[in-house]
């Protein structure tokens, strides 16, 4: 028996092996414990390994890579047409077996552990402000049953904070007062983890060169220059700028047929935290482009000119996303263009 390539279906505790030889004779089907994973494959000699990109996936990667196999990784919705009728485990891992040997199937970098690490901090840094964002609207919805109003934003909590502790005890109970001043409390200390989360962020951004040269990106700041310079392993894996525009979603989805072109709204695929973070930085662009500062502004506004808004923004977005993946490629900074 001799095994070329192996489809693993990944899960918490158990796993599905499918393995075929070189004319693609199924040799083996297996169930394997977690504790039994690297022991079947270390008396295994170095084959092709194929696993869908999911929860766990780059750590497994980056473990049967150490034993001498070749470890690919594929999109889930990329395997999805290659299962037969039932789902099942067995069922999948054959499916990842045939994937993985497909010429035009597209294959996800494998992370390292420190890029992985970086990317922990942005989705801990994320939960902490959708955290800091409830409570700040909690407390600006419980103030206002008792005709205490404040402007919105988070900037402007702390003014409210203070009106709540200033508050006469006839306009505002002690009961309301001593649970708003909790949530203060806890507003005050996620923003003290969030701070600390921004230091490390920047910390890491000093000295990864990719990050540095992304962050001359008008529109990209600290944040999306980390994220993205960890999400993008590979740049060559996309053929082109517009092809990494596309694997973030910011391109319109297509329903063309018979030679008509139907586009619609954005298609909202690969990573929605980067395209949040381009879009929110193309906004930033947008709004400096008034003042006839940037380079692109002529661009923006007789964009302004004929199109609304939110998608002149996504427009930029996707442009951003273009340079972005240019600034990757070549190892060059930005270069903004000569104005007329």
């Known amino acids: ?59 497994w990667a980056r473990q049967l890579s150490a034993l001498g196999h070749q470890v690919r990784l594929m999109p889930p919705s990329y395997v999805k047409a290659y299962v037969r009728r039932q789902k099942n485990d067995a069922a999948d891992a054959e499916a990842i077996c045939e994937a993985v040997t497909r010429p035009t199937m597209r294959f996800v970098p494998i992370k390292s552990a420190e890029r992985q690490g970086v990317l922990v901090l942005h989705r801990t840094r994320e939960l902490l402000v959708r955290q800091r964002t409830m409570l700040v609207n909690a407390i600006r919805g419980h103030c206002a049953e008792f005709g205490m109003i404040a402007p919105q934003g988070a900037r402007r909590a702390p003014e409210l904070i203070e009106d709540v502790r200033q508050a006469d005890a006839s306009l505002l109970p002690d009961l309301a007062r001593s649970a708003l001043l909790r949530l203060a409390d806890q507003l005050d200390s996620l923003a003290a983890e969030i701070h600390a989360l921004d230091r490390r962020l920047l910390a890491w951004h000093r000295q990864d060169q990719a990050s540095q040269r992304l962050a001359t990106i008008p529109g990209v700041g600290i944040i999306t220059a980390t994220a993205l310079s960890a999400t993008v392993v590979d740049p060559s894996a996309f053929r082109s700028g517009r092809e990494f525009a596309a694997f973030l979603g910011l391109v319109p989805r297509q329903n063309s047929s018979g030679g008509k072109d139907r586009l619609g709204r954005i298609s909202k695929k690969g990573d929605g935290y980067l395209r949040k973070l381009l879009v929110i930085g193309a906004t930033s662009v947008i709004r400096r482009s008034r003042t006839g500062t940037l380079a692109a502004a002529p661009w923006i506004r007789s964009l302004l000119e004929r199109r609304p808004a939110r998608v002149v923004t996504v427009a930029m977005a996707n442009k951003t996303a273009r340079i972005a993946w240019a600034v990757l490629t070549r190892g060059e900074v930005y270069r903004p263009p000569v104005m007329a």
Not at 17 to 26: E, F, I, N
């Open 1 to 59: 028996m001799h095994i070329t390539t192996i489809g693993l279906d990944l899960a918490k505790s158990v796993f599905q092996v499918h393995g075929v030889d070189a004319v693609g004779q199924v040799t083996i089907r297996k169930k394997l414990r977690r504790a039994e994973m690297l022991p079947f494959f270390e008396a295994l000699p170095p084959c092709l390994i194929g696993m869908e990109a999911c929860a766990t996936a780059h750590h």
